[in-house]
């Protein structure tokens, strides 16, 4: 099927490297924020969150870091798989403990064999 | 884990024509929502429910109504379909967490051509 992402930027990456999807949010009062994994075809898989009192926070092969300056929000993916190859967008929620959300337009990831 | 099933993955219909989508979850959510998604552009939120028979308009609510008579199931109404509502559409549900986060888990989508 159509895929949503026609002209989202793309980063590809060669298999086993480590992958990094950037994404700069818009509201300074944002407290939460989500990383989102979108296969072709499929609805967005949760990855990982991170609360705006952190900076950084783990998972298994992903990392999440939050720069509050600057607004930016980054997506660190080790030893990157096949499996891996997805649009990748995240969420932030500025208007703290409501359904509100505001959602970036993404990144594809391509992981070359 | 939490599944957010919906009941049709491609749906062609005719402009003009009446258009249901439907969506159940399985995790007693209180907070449903439906979405589009279109190229270039971020998830819209179209309306959004957080009880049942409850509602409240998204962003983009022109064109479309909801219905949420059980807890598990928002429906979301194309009354009279048109072209500019060629798009996937997107259920989500969520359940007030603990510490305020509100994470929202998707369904699969449902991508709706409008001929």
């Known amino acids: 099927g159509e895929s949503v992402g026609l002209h989202l930027p793309t980063l590809s990456v060669q298999e086993g490297d480590n992958s990094i999807i950037n994404c700069a949010y818009s509201?300074?009062?944002?407290?939460?924020f989500i990383w989102y994994k979108q296969e072709s075809g499929k609805g967005p898989q949760f990855i990982i969150d991170i609360r705006s009192n952190m900076d950084k926070r783990q998972g298994q092969r992903v990392t999440v870091l939050l720069n509050k300056t600057v607004k930016h929000l980054s997506l660190q993916i080790a030893a990157t798989q096949p499996g891996d190859s997805a649009v990748y967008f995240c969420?932030?929620?500025?208007?703290?403990?409501?359904?509100?959300?505001?959602f970036g337009t993404g990144t594809r990831l391509k992981v070359l064999a | 884990d939490v599944k957010v099933t919906q009941s049709s993955r491609y749906l062609v219909k005719r402009t003009g024509e009446k258009v249901f989508l439907e969506c159940v979850q399985d995790m007693d959510h209180e907070n449903m929502f439906w979405y589009r998604q279109d190229p270039g552009l971020g998830l819209r939120l179209i309306y959004f429910?957080?009880?049942?028979?409850?509602?409240e308009k998204g962003d983009i609510p022109e064109g479309y109504s909801v219905s949420r008579e059980k807890k598990e199931r928002f429906s979301l109404i194309l009354e009279s379909a048109s072209t500019n509502q060629t798009s996937m559409y997107l259920c989500a549900s969520s359940d007030f967490g603990r510490g305020g986060t509100d994470t929202q888990y998707f369904g699969p989508g449902t991508r709706l051509t409008v001929l």
């Open positions: 429910s957080y009880d049942v028979k409850m509602k």
């Open positions: 969420a932030e929620n500025p208007d703290s403990g409501t359904y509100k959300y505001i």
């Open positions: 509201n300074s009062a944002s407290d939460y």
